[in-house]
């Protein structure tokens, strides 16, 4: 079992940028494709981007997609969200999720077993 732990969230001004990580814990990471979904209160989770077991293929959300840049590192167990042109409505809880063994990206939130806690991000108008 891998466990998650999310990070680098915070208050940004709009048009700023973040970078969030995610650290696994257990031998396995570099097996499953991972993926970044986000919460707002009173909202369902949305996905953002999904990245390949490889790292060779990543997939995002109409939302994000030009703005985000999802990235791993197998050897530091290490995942990342570049977020850059921030606007108000991407302020949410921020979610890195495991996806499937060997798995391609993938949107489809029943495709994630494992959640970190999140981290909260906030963008001010």
């Known amino acids: 079992q891998v466990q998650l732990v999310e990070s680098g969230g915070g208050l940004v001004q709009a048009g700023g940028s973040l970078r969030l990580s995610c650290a696994a814990s257990g031998r396995t990471f570099s097996t499953y494709s991972m993926g970044w979904f986000r919460q707002a209160p009173g909202k369902e989770r949305e996905f953002l981007a999904s990245?390949?077991?490889?790292?060779?293929?990543?997939s995002y959300a109409d939302s994000v997609k030009g703005r985000f840049t999802i990235t791993r590192d197998n050897a530091k167990n290490m995942l990342y969200l570049q977020m850059n042109t921030l606007k108000p409505e991407d302020t949410a809880v921020y979610y890195c999720?495991?996806?499937?063994?060997?798995?391609?990206?993938?949107?489809?939130?029943?495709?994630?077993?494992?959640w970190g806690q999140g981290t909260q991000v906030t963008v001010s108008s």
């Open positions: 990245i390949s077991w490889s790292g060779g293929r990543t």
């Open positions: 999720g495991i996806g499937q063994i060997l798995g391609p990206p993938t949107s489809n939130l029943n495709d994630y077993a494992d």
